[in-house]
């Protein structure tokens, strides 16, 4: 297990350039010597995802086991070990893309190999895909296969990247597993104004000191609370009973700080203005000044609905509106075989804790396998020893690195689902 972990990490699969090709031939060498047959799909030769497949012998319930090979880049001058070294140390292994995500690309090849080797029959096909180009997503992985390969990539369930951290609320343990995603969905206000010598400001109209109370307006403003399927299972786990949103988050203030930290961007959209420009010189006043604003949208919320409400608060101006981008968004319900199986995983695991569904800010490729095939798509890899405010400082930064004990866990989780979910009862 640490030794496939560790031979993953040895290859350099930065995004950019990627080369994730190296990945998939090692990852389809190691499966064959447990007679798993894969298949490499590519765009071009050096960028290729790999897809394992043990056949169903019905047609049962199917479920991938999905990751990614590449990773994000690593400043190998920040680090107390060379970043494809994947050393072993106080039992850790270290190195880019530890966590993110070669650890579960490493756990889910070692559950199919294993289930392999002991003649396990699915009733439905068990799959492993591991993709390329997540970190960047110009079209090689993921997208790219449902486009293309359909079939190849088409399954009722799918378990991935996302959640699966341990966490303690009001001294009870919960592992969150990710259910929804909220969609990135930035914006841009465009305020203009008139140029004009900076000596002589009155015959100017300065687009820039128009565009500050827009961004106070957006800094003020405080959605609409609101309760999706994610959030109210989360709210009756740990309140004990439903409570409308507003309740909720009151109860988690006063309880557990870190409960309310987790709680308040599920409720809503939010809004961060985060990037400014105007006059390229000093001594011009700027005739325009663009904003940029970091903007997230509840799981299923659409611009379309948003976009009256933020040019309310915005008000009559000077300015255009303009998203530049949605990128997500999507859900599974939590109401499936699935479910149950990450569920009792933790039950059988750890009898005090409960599972508990979260959306997510960020973006994973479980979105295209929702859009693509309305496959039910978690993320959920279980993590019990590193604590999980340090491994989120880790992800995608120096230092990078996964408890052995997690990558074990992590084994016995996506075998447990595999046999619940595609075994023949
Ligand atoms: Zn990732």
């Known amino acids: 297990m640490s030794e496939l972990l560790q031979q993953l990490i040895r290859l350099d699969t930065v995004n950019p350039p990627g080369n994730e090709t190296a990945a998939a031939e090692l990852l389809r060498d190691y499966l064959a010597e447990s007679g798993v047959e894969s298949e490499l799909?590519?765009?071009?030769?050096?960028?290729?995802?790999?897809?394992a497949r043990l056949p169903g012998s019905g047609d049962g319930p199917s479920l991938m086991l999905l990751s990614h090979t590449d990773t994000v880049v690593a400043d190998a001058a920040e680090w107390q070990?060379?970043?494809?070294?994947?050393?072993?140390?106080?039992?850790?292994?270290?190195?880019?893309?530890?966590l993110d995500m070669k650890g579960q690309?490493?756990?889910?090849?070692?559950?199919?190999?294993?289930l392999a080797r002991e003649g396990f029959e699915p009733a439905g096909d068990l799959v492993f895909t591991a993709v390329a180009d997540e970190e960047v997503g110009e079209g090689f992985?993921?997208?790219w296969l449902c486009a293309e390969h359909p079939d190849a990539v088409r399954?009722?369930?799918?378990?991935?990247?996302?959640?699966?951290?341990r966490i303690e609320l009001l001294g009870r343990p919960f592992y969150l597993c990710s259910s929804a995603e909220k969609m990135s969905s930035p914006l841009r206000l465009r305020v203009h104004g008139r140029a004009g010598h900076a000596s002589v400001p009155g015959i100017a109209d300065n687009a820039l000191v128009k565009a500050v109370p827009l961004i106070e307006k957006l800094a003020a403003y405080r959605p609409e609370l609101q309760l999706g399927p994610e959030t109210s299972a989360l709210v009756e786990a740990i309140a004990g009973r439903p409570l409308e949103a507003a309740e909720a988050l009151e109860l988690a203030r006063e309880v557990d700080p870190s409960a309310a930290e987790l709680?308040?961007?599920?409720?809503?959209?939010?809004?961060?203005?985060?990037?400014?420009?105007?006059?390229?010189?000093?001594?011009?006043?700027?005739?325009?000044?663009?904003?940029?604003?970091?903007?997230?949208?509840?799981?299923?919320?659409?611009q379309a609905e948003v976009e009256p409400l933020l040019r309310e608060v915005l008000g009559e101006g000077d300015y255009d509106f303009e998203w530049i981008e949605g990128r997500g968004g999507?859900?599974?319900?939590?109401?499936?075989?699935?479910?149950?199986?990450?569920a009792s995983f933790v039950a059988e695991t750890e009898p005090d804790a409960a599972l508990l569904p979260v959306s997510v800010a960020g973006f994973t490729d479980s979105h295209w396998l929702r859009e693509a095939f309305g496959?039910?798509?978690?993320?959920?890899?279980?993590?019990?020893?590193m604590d999980p405010q340090l491994a989120a400082r880790l992800i995608h930064s120096a230092d990078e690195r996964i408890a052995v004990d997690d990558l074990e866990l992590a084994v016995r989780c996506f075998r447990h689902a595999a046999i619940e979910v595609t075994g023949s009862r």
């Not at 690309?105 to 294993?114: D, F, I, K, Q, R």
Request: hydrophobic share 45%; net charge negative.
């Open 105 to 114: 690309v490493a756990a889910s090849a070692v559950a199919l190999a294993t």
């Open 375 to 385: 496959t039910v798509a978690y993320g959920f890899f279980p993590m019990r020893t």
């Open 330 to 342: 999507t859900r599974s319900t939590i109401e499936s075989p699935l479910w149950d199986a990450v």
């Open 263 to 302: 709680l308040e961007p599920l409720l809503s959209l939010t809004l961060s203005p985060t990037m400014i420009s105007a006059s390229e010189r000093r001594n011009v006043i700027p005739h325009l000044c663009e904003v940029v604003v970091d903007c997230r949208l509840l799981p299923g919320q659409a």
């Open 141 to 143: 992985g993921l997208p």
């Open 41 to 51: 799909y590519a765009r071009v030769p050096e960028r290729a995802n790999l897809v």
């Open 81 to 98: 070990v060379d970043p494809w070294s994947g050393e072993l140390r106080d039992d850790e292994i270290w190195g880019r893309g530890a």
């Open 155 to 165: 399954t009722d369930y799918a378990l991935n990247e996302g959640a699966g951290e």
